[in-house]
């Protein structure tokens, strides 16, 4: 089982004068996907990488992303979606250090009007 990079993007973060500015990527593997790559867009807060319970002597620590994109139109929220659970894997670079790698997981999220 392989994975092929499909859709990328890249932001930096804010910088202030403690804190200089980081550039990250957001990699979309599709599982047996051998095509070319694409861009897609952030949201103005693209990734939140948060972490479960904070126990400092565990030696493996769960954590999940949630990303943020922009559908301009061109890319529909489908093209995301795999038959798979394993169908899309997610990684998040800071440069080239890895921070994060797991599988994409459709949430459902409705609105009352």
């Given at each position: 089982m392989?994975?092929?990079?499909?859709?990328?993007?890249?932001?930096t973060?804010?910088s202030d004068?403690?804190?200089?500015?980081?550039?990250?990527?957001?990699?979309?593997l599709f599982?047996?996907y051998t095509g070319?790559?694409?861009?897609?867009?952030?949201?103005?807060t693209?990734?939140?990488h948060?972490?479960?319970?904070?126990?400092?002597?565990?030696?493996i620590k769960?954590s999940n992303v949630?990303?943020?994109?922009?559908?301009?139109?061109?890319l529909?929220?489908?093209?995301f979606?795999?038959d798979?659970?394993?169908?899309?894997?997610?990684?998040l670079l800071?440069?080239?250090?890895v921070?994060?790698?797991?599988?994409?997981?459709k949430?459902t999220v409705?609105?009352?009007?």
């Amino acid at each position: 089982m392989a994975y092929g990079l499909k859709y990328q993007t890249q932001f930096t973060s804010q910088s202030d004068v403690n804190t200089p500015e980081k550039s990250y990527t957001i990699q979309f593997l599709f599982k047996n996907y051998t095509g070319g790559v694409s861009s897609v867009i952030c949201g103005s807060t693209p990734v939140l990488h948060k972490y479960g319970v904070d126990e400092p002597f565990a030696p493996i620590k769960g954590s999940n992303v949630e990303i943020t994109l922009l559908n301009t139109g061109a890319l529909p929220l489908t093209s995301f979606y795999a038959d798979e659970d394993d169908g899309v894997q997610v990684i998040l670079l800071e440069g080239t250090n890895v921070l994060f790698i797991g599988l994409l997981c459709k949430r459902t999220v409705t609105k009352q009007w």
